[in-house]
Structure formats: C-alpha cells, structure tokens
C-alpha cells in the first residue's frame, strides 16, 4: 500500500527566500506524482504533474522533481511570496495517495 | 469551462439522514473521483470511476455509495449519516490513459453531521 509523507508539516519564511518542500513515498513503482495548492476552505488546485517517466516539471517560479529510485519529490519555490502562502499537497498514481500536507506561510 | 461542479457548499444533516452529494465535470473526463479530507489530514480516496457505468471502492467507501450513469455526473450518496461521516468531501476527475492521469478537483461539499 502506498504510503505518502511530507516534511516539514509547517514552514514559516521570510518573503523573497528560496524554498524547498519534500514529499516522500513508500512504493516505487509509481505513474505519476501530482503537486497541489490548497487555500483556506477552498478545493486543490494543480501546480505541476510529474509522470514517471520524468525527471522534473517547471511552471514559471515552480520546479518539482521526482525521484523514483529514493522515492522522492521536491517542490522548489524560488523568491517566495506572501501570496504563496497555502498547504502544499502532494499526491502519487491516479487513484491519488495523499500526504498530509506541509503549510506555508511567507511573511511579509 | 466550469471544470469540475459540486453542490451543495455546505450540508448539516442529522444522525441517521441520509442525501446525496451532486458532482458534474464539463471536460469529458473518462476517470471520476470522491475523496474525503479530515482536519489536519490529507485526502482518502471513498470512490472512484472509470467510465460511465464502472464504479469502484477506494480506501474508506464504508457508509458510501456511488453510481456513474453519464459521462459528466458522478453522485455520492450518504446513507444513514453518522458523526464520523463529518467532513469536507471533494469531487475530483482526469481524462485516464497515457498522459492524462492529471486531476481536477471541484470546491468542495462541507458536511456536519449532528
């Protein structure tokens, strides 16, 4: 059973720095990793997908990388600001096994 | 595009009660989801769907029922609500197949059961 988890479960950092966001899972033998952002009270939204066969995924101040053999991924979040604030889920194979999430918070 | 639709926003039911949770997606989505999220908890998958007319159990279905008549809709029905069902359920969906598995979540249904 895949098992998915996310450190740290909170990360408070000043505006401008430059960010990393760790999801490991238990199972190898994955089709894809999906990054997501959730404000409060709202639904997930999609940042990146990374399918298997990939090594990584940019979208503009984003950059997920997958590493099947350690099973990692990493979400890069480069000058960091305010507006970023919000859980960061990240979630494996098409019936999605979630982490618990790590809450961001940019400070000003 | 309105993506992925749920209603309603919110639902206060008593023990006992039952009603059905409406999920609508406009992409001509093959794959359809439900998953539950719980205070200071990541998602568990309840159901989830393949197509029209195939429907399967994900990691919690127990008190949950699911049917997936037409492509576009994808109910989630309570039976019976207890305490424990309290929760926000999200209605997700993907296109499925090679490339595709990317899925769209709708806003969300917020449910208390009293």
């Known amino acids: 059973k895949q098992e998915v988890t996310q450190i740290p479960a909170a990360l408070s950092v000043p505006e401008g720095e430059n960010l990393v966001l760790n999801c490991s899972f238990t199972d190898s033998a994955i089709y894809n990793l999906q990054w997501f952002r959730q404000d409060p009270g709202k639904g997930l939204t999609s940042l990146l997908l990374i399918q298997s066969s990939q090594r990584e995924q940019t979208s503009g101040r984003l950059n997920a990388s997958l590493d099947k053999s350690s099973g990692r991924s990493t979400l890069y979040i480069a000058a960091s600001q305010p507006g970023d604030s919000a859980t960061y889920l990240c979630g494996s194979n098409y019936k999605l096994t979630f982490g618990k999430g790590t809450l961001l918070t940019v400070n000003p | 595009n309105a993506g992925v639709t749920q209603t309603p926003k919110f639902r206060i039911l008593k023990i006992g009660q039952s009603m059905t949770l409406q999920c609508t997606q406009d992409?001509?989505?093959?794959?359809m989801y439900w998953y539950r999220q719980d205070p200071g908890m990541g998602l568990k998958l309840i159901y989830y769907?393949?197509?029209?007319?195939?429907?399967d159990k994900g990691e919690v279905p127990n008190g949950y029922n699911v049917s997936r008549s037409t492509t576009e809709d994808f109910p989630l029905r309570l039976e019976l609500a207890a305490p424990s069902q309290t929760s926000v359920y999200f209605c997700?969906?993907?296109?499925?197949?090679?490339?595709?598995?990317?899925?769209?979540f709708g806003p969300g249904t917020r449910l208390t059961v009293t």
């Open positions: 992409m001509n989505h093959n794959y």
């Open positions: 769907s393949v197509g029209a007319g195939i429907t």
């Open positions: 997700a969906s993907s296109g499925g197949g090679s490339g595709s598995y990317e899925q769209y």
